[in-house]
């Protein structure tokens, strides 16, 4: 492992913490002495994505979180959740069991993801993967953003009521 401020490779592990899916380790090089963090993630079947063209590519899950921290970018989300959000979406591709997936399929379940996380997120993620022609169309969306919240908001008011 290479220290990412001075290039050595001598480091020493300070603190392993264990989740699900991640191992997260506090580095601390031996030569400059700044610490870093490094994750290991297990390693996962190819899972190959088909894009809308026909095109296959290898799922990347760094072209996901990169197209999440552009739709969260300047908005109240922190990067926990952000990577908690793409953890999720990994982890219920790969339990699919399938080698293949479409493009669209990850798209949907990072609308879902991203309309109960953030709405402007949600509408910035959403006017770019469903290439809104033009303002009504932008705006139409929108409006069904708001009715579902309504709605939802409506649903757990009735069953804090039922309670």
Do not use: W
Request: glycine share 4%.
């Amino acid at each position: 492992m290479q220290c990412p401020y001075c290039a050595k490779e001598q480091n020493k592990v300070i603190d392993t913490r264990e989740s699900d899916e991640t191992i997260r380790r506090r580095r601390q090089c031996l030569n400059c002495g700044k610490r870093f963090t490094t994750y290991e993630r297990i390693a996962q079947t190819g899972l190959m994505v088909i894009k809308q063209d026909s095109r296959r590519e290898a799922f990347d899950r760094q072209k996901l979180m990169s197209g999440v921290v552009k739709a969260c970018a300047k908005r109240p989300v922190p990067m926990e959740a952000i990577e908690a959000l793409v953890d999720e979406i990994e982890m219920e591709l790969h339990a699919l069991g399938k080698s293949e997936v479409d493009s669209q399929k990850i798209g949907q379940m990072l609308m879902e993801r991203l309309r109960v996380l953030d709405d402007v997120a949600y509408v910035r993620f959403a006017s770019v993967y469903r290439r809104f022609a033009d303002l009504d169309s932008l705006a139409i969306e929108i409006q069904r953003l708001k009715e579902k919240k309504q709605r939802e908001a409506e649903e757990r008011l009735q069953v804090k009521m039922a309670l």
